[in-house]
């Protein structure tokens, strides 16, 4: 039960980060919100490292550092992908790309959860779905853009495998040595991006506070993440903590006065289904 409370928290923070993270993106480049907001984690990552110690160990360190690389390859073919239009289509198929993926993983494993459970997990899929659908046609829709969404959807998968596979190898016991790994591999591999881009403007005023605070909360879901699949089966973990566009769309209701459409509210009602199943 440990486990799913943490990957429901995971989803909430995730979310609350990416909705930071999209302010930021208002007033500043995308890539300098993604790389400086993992950079500006890093000091709070080190002071989770100290109040929780586990010894290092290279495997899961390993393990993370894949996670950052599919992360920050994830994060870069989505947002061409969402520059590319056709939102409507591409957001779900990532989203529910992402939570699939994990959940046949954990199967083929051998993992073997309850019917609830497993039916909870569906459920989780399909409200990802509903609640991710953006407003707007489907137009301008192209094989290219399709690849490039399933693409995306299979790197943020994978991140959520490699992170599993972190605990396993470190026997349950990682701590935040696949975050860490995870963190310095993104920051490693955006720095050049923002080197060899036009010169962009610095972060300030309420453009860094966003940045700051998505890079807190992101790292902080990571973590949670983290320990969350110590605790419980990846096939049932991942699609919990992939809900979160629900904590997402419903700040963007509050506090951008977003009007929710129809398939949205079902599929926040479907969630809320979703995390009885499991619990139960």
């Known amino acids: 039960m440990i486990g ?3 990957a429901a928290l995971s989803g909430l923070v995730w979310g609350v980060g990416d909705f930071a993270g999209g302010k930021a993106s208002q007033r500043v480049d995308s890539k300098t919100v993604v790389v400086l907001s993992k ?17 290092p160990h290279a495997g899961a360190l390993g393990w993370g550092a ?26 779900p198929v990532s989203a529910v790309t992402t939570a699939l993926l994990p959940v046949a993983a954990g199967l083929l494993s ?12 569906g459920c989780a899929i399909v409200a990802i779905g509903l609640v991710s659908l953006a407003p707007g046609g489907g137009a301008g829709l192209s094989v290219r853009l399709l690849g490039m969404a399933l693409g995306a959807g299979v790197a943020f998968g994978l991140f959520f495998i490699c992170l599993s596979a972190a605990s396993d190898a470190a026997g349950g016991a990682a701590g935040m040595w696949p975050v860490l ?12 991006l923002l080197l060899r881009g036009p010169g962009a403007a ?54 951008d006065r977003e009007r929710l459409r129809p398939v949205q509210l079902a599929g926040l009602g479907l969630a809320a289904t979703a995390l009885v199943l499991v619990a139960s």
Request: cysteine-free.
């Open 66 to 91: 894949a996670a950052g690389a599919l992360g920050m390859v994830g994060m870069m073919v989505f947002y061409r992908a969402m520059a590319g239009g056709a939102m409507t289509i591409v957001a």
């Open 202 to 255: 610095r972060p300030s005023g309420a453009p860094l506070r966003w940045l700051l605070t998505a890079g807190m909360l992101d790292m902080s879901a990571n973590a949670l993440y983290v320990l969350a699949v110590q605790r419980g089966d990846l096939s049932i973990i991942a699609p919990v903590a992939s809900l979160y566009p629900v904590s997402t769309v419903l700040l963007a209701m509050l506090v």
């Open 39 to 55: 950079a500006a984690s890093i000091p709070l990552l080190l002071l989770f490292l100290v109040l929780m110690p586990t010894a």
């Open 181 to 192: 790994g995870a963190q310095v591999t993104a920051v490693v591999l955006g720095a050049p």
């Open 110 to 121: 051998g993992e073997r959860p309850g019917g609830l459970a497993l039916a909870g997990a």
């Open 4 to 6: 799913i409370v943490l």
